[in-house]
């Protein structure tokens, strides 16, 4: 049985998406069952869901891979103050984002 076509969000509404990606790497090779490894893919996966607005409903890690359903905000107007701090996020060190120079 073929697989179901993937449905797309028109633009104006929010989307749930399952996500998941592998590791490219030889056979037998598991970097993901260190925990060391599975904490700091969390961490990112905390991170980037704060930067780009959107909420994790759920995500398991694997041994060589990790699933995750996600939901991205509707798309719209967001204020300036906003930015800047999602900005310095992305770049703690800019002395211009700091500044207001940007």
Same mark, same amino acid.
């Given at each position: 049985? @073929?697989?179901?076509?993937?449905? +797309?969000?028109?633009? =104006?509404?929010? =989307?749930?998406?399952?996500?998941?990606? !592998?590791? @490219? =790497?030889?056979?037998?090779?598991? #970097?993901?069952?260190?925990?060391?490894? !599975?904490? $700091?893919?969390?961490?990112? *996966?905390?991170?980037?869901?704060?930067?780009? $607005?959107?909420?994790?409903?759920? +995500?398991?890690?694997?041994?060589?891979?990790?699933? @995750?359903?996600?939901? +991205?905000?509707? #798309?719209? %107007? *967001?204020?300036? %103050?906003? *930015?800047?701090? %999602? @900005?310095?996020? +992305?770049? #703690?060190?800019?002395?211009?984002? !700091?500044?207001?120079? *940007?």
């Amino acid at each position: 049985m @073929a697989r179901q076509a993937r449905v +797309f969000v028109d633009d =104006g509404e929010s =989307g749930v998406y399952h996500v998941c990606s !592998r590791v @490219a =790497g030889p056979k037998g090779w598991y #970097p993901l069952a260190e925990k060391e490894n !599975r904490h $700091q893919l969390i961490q990112y *996966l905390k991170h980037y869901a704060g930067l780009y $607005q959107c909420r994790v409903y759920s +995500f398991v890690v694997m041994g060589n891979h990790y699933h @995750a359903i996600l939901k +991205f905000r509707k #798309p719209g %107007k *967001l204020p300036k %103050k906003f *930015l800047k701090e %999602k @900005a310095l996020q +992305f770049y #703690p060190k800019n002395k211009n984002i !700091r500044d207001g120079t *940007l």
